[in-house]
């Protein structure tokens, strides 16, 4: 069975969305949930896309009729809480709904992109002026709901949307509800990893005074800590550890990841991971935070034409010499040239021909380098140093010195190119060292 035949097992059938089938033709799935699945319809009037969240009513095995109503109950204060919010730019638009007694259908605007949660896994880590932009459109929304008294109590990744121009879409508002005071919620909602320590203690203790908007500026704090470094501050692979954490505000600003990173980010993050919750920044103080003034500053920086013409003048001027650098190559001061003749290109390659030509005069010792094609004061003595003696060439006299216990041997002296032989009567042996003078005119020409 193909998949887009699953897919149609799946939806509802004609007589229990007799209402949205008039008006929407359902496409292929986009996510689910517990009890909900998301997927892309097109209104047949118009042609245009939605996005429809389709929430299951039925009875099942695992669900009864009491929790079956409660679902209910929650949708329709999404529905609600949407209504009031879908105005503001930065928050998910409800178009339609459509309810019956098994199926409810929220009819909602189409983001293309997706979650922020797949964006991020994509790019890894965001840059400081992407993260305020996607942060201050996220402060935006939740503090257009918290002056409303809404409260999400699931904000992350997953819930943000982003449309074609990678504009935040504050979505999900199954968790959200309505409050009087920032002390009244009683009931834990929300992922572990984003929870407040706040709706932790109301599930660990008995007397505890509850929660409010604040746990809604921890999540945001939590959410901006991912997006900066590319992993959330309280993760661990057991929870208990993870949960430990969070009540204890247990998290690091100074890992190498945060090496390259300024600090208005850093001291923001640390105002919003607050414990107690009456110290912890507002939506509204957040934005006033110094890590958006900067984006302000920029926006109101003029054009100033003059300025950039000048400064593309200059760029074209130095792409221009850079051009042209092989051709005019800086002068070269004759310090250099005394000192360090081999830092000159120029000089390695005359040197490098040279040494082609001459290299055969070069004496292949231990001391020796390719230098001695250039030195200035010729040596009086060249010495070759063997294992038994050694020769020393004058203008009369060979020296030959001999080392111990060397009998029949012949040893070549070389001198400007040519070779002599020095030879050694047979059977003569030397047990003690010893220096024979000999004229030059005893010594036999070699032809190696």
């Known amino acids: 069975m193909t998949r887009s035949e699953n897919e149609d097992e799946n939806l509802p059938d004609d007589e229990s969305a007799r209402e949205f089938y008039a008006k929407y033709e359902p496409k292929e799935i986009l996510g689910s949930g517990v009890s909900s699945t998301v997927r892309r319809c097109i209104a047949k009037d118009t042609g245009k896309e939605y996005a429809v969240k389709i929430i299951d009513l ?20 999404e529905m609600s809480i949407l209504r009031q919010c879908s105005e503001h ?34 790019v890894v880590t965001l840059s400081e002026k992407r993260t305020r932009l996607v ?15 809404i409260v999400h109590r699931d904000l992350k990744p997953e819930n943000i949307l982003l449309d074609d121009n990678l504009n935040v879409k504050l979505s999900d508002f199954g968790f959200a509800t309505f409050v009087e005071h920032d002390e009244e919620c009683m009931d834990l909602f929300g992922t572990p990893g984003y929870l407040a320590p706040d709706v932790l203690k109301v599930s660990m203790y008995d007397d505890s005074i509850g929660y409010g908007r604040p746990v809604d500026m921890w999540a945001i704090g939590v959410i901006m800590y ?58 509204t103080e957040a934005l006033n935070h110094p890590f958006f003034k900067r984006e302000e500053r920029d926006q109101k920086q003029k054009f100033l034409a003059k300025r950039k013409f000048k400064s593309a003048v200059r760029c074209v001027m130095a792409c221009q010499r850079i051009k042209t650098l092989h051709l005019n190559p800086p002068p070269i001061s004759l310090d250099t040239v005394r000192t360090e003749p081999y830092s000159v290109k120029t000089f390695r390659r005359i040197d490098a021909g040279a040494f082609r030509i001459y ?90």
Request: hydrophobic share 35%; proline share 5%.
């Open 58 to 77: 039925t009875e099942e095995e695992d669900v009864n009729e009491a929790q079956a109503e409660e679902i209910r109950e929650q949708t329709r204060r």
């Open 135 to 149: 942060m201050r459109q996220l402060l935006e929304a939740v503090s257009f709901c918290h002056e409303r008294m």
């Open 226 to 283: 991912t997006l900066m470094v590319g992993c959330p501050p309280f993760w661990h692979r057991k929870q208990m550890y993870m949960l430990r954490a969070i009540m204890e505000a247990r998290y690091t600003l100074t890992s190498p990841e945060w090496e390259d990173i300024s600090e208005p980010p850093k001291d923001l993050i640390a105002k919003l991971l607050v414990l107690d919750p009456s110290e912890r920044l507002t939506a």
């Open 89 to 122: 730019a930065n928050i998910i638009t409800l178009h339609d709904t459509f309810e019956s007694p098994t199926f409810i259908f929220l009819v909602m605007e189409m983001c293309k992109k997706g979650e922020l949660f797949d964006y991020l896994t994509e």
């Open 359 to 448: 290299g055969h005069w070069v004496k292949k010792g231990a001391t020796q380098n390719r230098a001695a094609l250039f030195e200035n004061v010729p040596k009086k003595d060249l010495k070759t140093t063997e294992s038994h003696g050694s020769f020393t060439v004058g203008s009369e006299f060979i020296d030959v010195e001999v080392g111990d216990n060397i009998c029949d041997t012949e040893r070549p002296a070389r001198r400007s190119g040519h070779a002599g032989v020095v030879a050694l009567s047979s059977g003569q042996s030397f047990t003690t060292p010893l220096t024979l003078h000999i004229p030059q005119q005893y010594l036999t020409e070699s032809t190696n």
